[in-house]
């Protein structure tokens, strides 16, 4: 099985450019979660899709910051225009139940904005 | 608010010693607990998971936790350390806020193991 795939694994843009993130959960996996790290603080959860649909956007920083995932399957996130708080690693994560019960990480995109 | 607390943010072990990472948690709910592992360059891994039953859980590689309802506590345990095992721990629970499930973590704990 095909785990979560994330890319790019590193990205360095400088602040006021756009930045894209792409993760692909394991095929059937109706939940997909975007989760972030900061400055080696803990991981925060950003948001959570079931199949196309928003579930819960409720850790979404700002309005620079936008998700989608098409047909239910692949995700983005767009950071535009990002800023220097911005860099730390996002993570991916995938799971058939929405409990929790068997979430699958990726291995994370670490953004560098400067 | 709900929050997961790790206490060792960095320890540094020979060989052979024996590990306790402490992890409590603030949550009023039923909780499902997690540790997970992040070795140098790879994804996140799952450990282990506590969801009912006995609180004393067996993972991957040796590590053990023990849920302590009372202490709100889940620590990570493994009897004896090998330089393998050199990688950041997270605690994590698994809350439903917000009418989703989303897992709140602890903010890692870096161990070092030397041969």
């Known amino acids: 099985e095909a785990g979560v795939t994330q890319f790019p694994s590193h990205s360095v843009i400088e602040k006021g450019q756009t930045v894209t993130l792409r993760c692909d959960p394991i095929?059937?996996?109706?939940?997909l979660y975007w989760y972030r790290r900061v400055m080696g603080k803990e991981i925060k959860f950003l948001l959570h899709?079931?199949?196309?649909?928003?579930q819960d956007e409720s850790g979404m920083p700002n309005n620079r910051f936008l998700a989608e995932r098409t047909g239910g399957t692949y995700s983005t996130l767009k950071v535009q225009p990002a800023e220097l708080e911005d860099s730390g690693v996002y993570f991916c994560?995938?799971?058939?139940?929405?409990w929790g019960y068997g979430y699958t990480f990726g291995s994370g995109t670490r953004l560098t904005v400067v | 608010a709900q929050s997961v607390s790790q206490h060792n943010h960095h320890v540094i072990l020979s060989e052979a010693a024996s590990l306790e990472l402490g992890c409590n948690y603030s949550?009023?709910?039923?909780?499902?607990l997690f540790w997970y592992v992040q070795y140098p360059g790879q994804h996140l891994q799952l450990l282990l998971k506590?969801?009912?039953?006995?609180?004393l859980v067996k993972g991957i590689k040796g590590f053990e936790a023990e849920f302590i309802k009372s202490k709100f506590s889940f620590n990570l345990r493994k009897p004896s350390v090998q330089w393998s095992d050199t990688a950041e721990y997270f605690c994590?629970?698994?809350?439903?806020?917000?009418?989703?499930?989303?897992?709140?973590f602890g903010s890692g704990t870096r161990l070092l193991v030397r041969p």
């Open positions: 994560a995938s799971s058939q139940e929405d």
């Open positions: 949550y009023g709910g039923t909780v499902n």
């Open positions: 899709f079931v199949k196309e649909s928003k």
């Open positions: 095929s059937g996996h109706d939940n």
């Open positions: 506590y969801f009912s039953g006995d609180p």
């Open positions: 994590a629970v698994n809350a439903l806020m917000d009418s989703s499930y989303k897992l709140i």
